[in-house]
Nanobody, 122 residues
Framework: QVQLVESGGGLVQAGGSLILSCVASGLTFSTYSMGWIRQAPGNKREFVAG????????YYSDSVKGRFTVSRDNAKSTVYLQMNSLKPDDTAVYYC???????????????WGQGTQVTVSS
């Protein structure tokens, strides 16, 4: 059974930082690209960042480029999202997701975590 478990969300003031983690089990982690997707209330899911299975390629949405950094540790089956210079518009539930290929369309991801809430106050 595949499980993706996110952690690290919380409440932070605008301009602050958070690090999200996602630990995977039940799959061969190194054969999957990993993505971070967020969903704010009333909005559709939005791709935020992704990293290829071999760590060579990363991809970011324009809204977070330069502020967020995605990384992974295949030995720990863990993917991270370092979020800096947070804005109130970043408030959302953040999900990690897995797909064999690095894709930016949320619906194409095969496996999803339960999500972690990030709230940025102004």
């Amino acid at each position: 059974q595949v499980q993706l478990v996110e952690s690290g969300g919380g409440l932070v003031q605008a301009g602050g930082s958070l690090i999200l983690s996602c630990v995977a089990s039940g799959l061969t982690f190194s054969t999957y690209s990993m993505g971070w997707i967020r969903q704010a209330p009333g909005n559709k899911r939005e791709f935020v960042a992704g990293i290829s299975r071999n760590v060579e390629t990363t991809y970011y949405s324009d809204s977070v480029k330069g502020r967020f950094t995605v990384s992974r540790d295949n030995a720990k089956s863990t993917v991270y999202l370092q979020m800096n210079s947070l804005k109130p518009d970043d408030t959302a539930v953040y999900y990690c997701a897995a797909n064999p290929n690095l894709v930016s369309v949320p619906a194409l991801y095969d496996y999803w975590g339960q999500g972690t809430q990030v709230t940025v106050s102004s």
